[in-house]
């Protein structure tokens, strides 16, 4: 399914599906001093969540194994945030004899969101740039998907409006279909030009 879903839309699930995306841009929109599109060492920092991927998704299920030789998900247990948000807090709320049994890992996935709220003030979409698996392997197909950008360079200037609008900072005029776009929209909606236009389109420059 995640194939299927990444070879027809690429990362578009990130920028209008995801509810934690859509909880990192509300964040994004409160005022906070200095705001960043990116953190301080980005250009490291991006390839954390290859190694989660592989390390948490991929590796230590297949070879930290039960007593009846199942693996557990870890990425779900250990990072995940939205889980913890959107189920583990509810459920907490909801259930207080559950309160009493709260031990490391709750404090340790808590504190893992909060400090990812906090980050969110000031930095676009912290959790989708630098950790998120899923966004990891959705961008790998970015430049194969059925859903991609194209620019027309007859119209392109290089101007860089295009990336100074970008809340990720990616020079879409050079790579339009960068593993870290999540096909938000609005370079095409900046370039002054025309030049940026999406593949289901049915013209250049047109808004599908």
């Not at 839309?9 to 990130?14: D, K, W």
Request: charged fraction near 15%; charge should be positive; include cysteine.
């Amino acid at each position: 399914f995640l194939i299927f879903f990444g070879a027809v839309l690429g990362r578009l699930a990130c920028g209008w599906l995801c509810p934690f995306g859509l909880v990192q841009d509300l964040l994004y929109k409160i005022p906070f001093p200095k705001k960043r599109k990116l953190l301080p060492g980005d250009r490291w920092l991006k390839y954390l969540k290859y190694v989660i991927l592989v390390g948490f998704v991929i590796v230590l299920p297949l070879t930290v194994l039960d007593i009846v030789g199942q693996g557990q998900p870890w990425f779900c247990k250990l990072i995940c945030p939205s889980g913890t948000l959107f189920a583990g807090i509810p459920l907490i709320a909801a259930n207080p004899p559950l309160q009493a049994a709260l031990g490391w890992l709750f404090t340790w996935k808590a504190a893992l969101l909060a400090a990812l709220i906090i980050l969110s003030l000031w930095v676009y979409r912290p959790f989708c740039r630098y950790l998120c698996p899923l966004g990891a392997i959705y961008g790998l197909f970015n430049p194969l998907a059925l859903s991609r950008f194209r620019v027309d360079q007859a119209k392109c200037t290089g101007c860089g409006q295009c990336q100074r609008s970008c809340k990720f900072n990616i020079p879409v005029h050079e790579r339009p279909n960068s593993p870290d776009c999540i096909r938000c929209g609005d370079c095409r909606r900046a370039c002054p030009h025309g030049a940026i236009c999406h593949t289901f389109s049915r013209r250049q420059g047109e808004t599908p």
